[in-house]
């Protein structure tokens, strides 16, 4: 990477923008130009100043009382139910559709069930395909358009689950369990928390996300690529994904899935 | 679950994702609109419409940035209701012309410094400054936040930060070596 280089990605990496792989050519012509690294550091006090300047700014500042008035006033502002407020269905009209609320109770006590089921699985389906996008994207290709971020910083950010990630120990019963990286990353949109380990000399990815856990460890199914198996992961969603038979994934997942879900708790 | 157990819980997940943003978000509203009713107004409007759509806020996500959005939106339909919408398409193109070269920061910087400097740059990319530099959102984020693509969130980014400098060195005493921090009051 040239001098060039590094002035025009300066805005990315300061802003934490930069693949992981440029990131680190970016750093590595860093330790050799001493010139690069005060533009840098210009910048960067550029910016820390900025922020400070904004935060402790006086004329900013609320009054300190807002707050309590904001609660005061929003308390009462709470919607009923956590309903999609757009469209409000008059009861007037859903009792003029004698034939529809007759098929929708008919529905609901014989197939609602089965349905919501589906749903389920197909939206887990979905899901575990995001999470395969994100370990090929991610652990294997290091392609992903959002620099992965330290798990406890996630944890500050977006949860505290994140965090305890950075200590989970994945137990292997036979011992062929290699750690090498854990992170917090994006991938289409959705947070997970990652941890990328070699297992039985495979390239394995444990990531954990928000969203409804399967009551017990599942394969997935895929077409080709890697396996994939969902499992509990305390009330967030867990993914075991790697180039492995999928019994072996699914294993892996049975042995993770408890003391993962202690360790998230 | 009864109702008000239910309703206690999700006053709860609220009071505790978005309220420790109460600070930061009136700042930024106060950036805005420069006028200390008309903010907490803004505010209020942003958290009341948080409160209503809050089913649809992804735990886990980054809730700032999610506040941060509403409030933006909440501003400019203000704005459009109030026939305050400017659009300048040319902006971009005429700060890239008035920034000939980028200059050095100058040796003292004080906070007044920063935000009198901040202040004269357009609008569009203060905006975008504050977003990134200041409220830490992702280039998505702010995209998503003022419907543009990230294209031009990276553009007014880099010139925004030029003339930032520029205007910075306007109001120093003296020119310093790049790199030498900052010194705030």
Known sequence: MQCRDVRELADSFLSEQLLVETNHELLRHLDTC???????????????????????????????EFAAELLATLRPSLPER?????????????????????AGVVLAAGGGLVVRNANHRSRLG???????????NCAVKFTLAERPIQLEEAGRRYGAPYAALATFEPPAADGSLEMLERHSCVYQGRRYGHVVFRYRGALTSLLVTDGTPPATPELEPSDSGPAVASLPAGRFLGFIVADLDRPSVLRLAQTLTKPLSQHLA | ????????????????EAMPHVDRLFRHAMWLVRNRAEAEDLVQETLVQALQSFHRFTPGTNCRAWLVSILQHVRSNRQRKLGRTVIDSAVD????????????IPDHVTDEDMLL????????????????????????????????????????????????????????AGPAAIGQGIETR
């Not at chain 1, 956590?82 to 007759?102: D, T």
């Not at chain 1, 979905?126 to 090929?136: C, S």
């Not at chain 2, 679950?1 to 505790?16: G, L, P, Q, V």
Request: proline share 7%.
């Open chain 1, 126 to 136: 979905a899901l575990a395909r995001e999470a395969a996008g994100d370990h090929q």
């Open chain 1, 82 to 102: 956590p309903s999609e407020p757009a469209k409000e269905i008059s009861r007037r009209s859903v009792l003029q559709s004698w034939w529809a609320l007759a």
């Open chain 2, 93 to 104: 193109e005429r700060a890239a012309n008035v920034v000939p070269f980028v200059p050095p």
């Open chain 2, 117 to 172: 400097a901040l202040q004269e740059i357009p609008p569009h990319h203060q905006q975008v400054i504050l977003l990134c530099d200041v409220e830490d959102m992702t280039y998505k984020e702010i995209a998503a936040a003022l419907e543009i693509p990230i294209g031009t969130v990276m553009s007014r980014l880099h010139r925004g930060r030029d003339l930032l400098r520029t205007a910075l060195s306007r109001r120093g």
């Open chain 2, 1 to 16: 679950m009864n109702a008000d157990a239910d309703s206690d819980r999700r006053w709860h997940a609220f009071e505790t």
């Open chain 1, 34 to 64: 001493p010139n690069c690294r005060a533009d840098i550091a210009g910048r960067r006090a550029l910016r820390d100043g900025l922020r400070t300047a904004f935060s402790r700014a006086e004329d900013l500042r609320p009054r300190p």
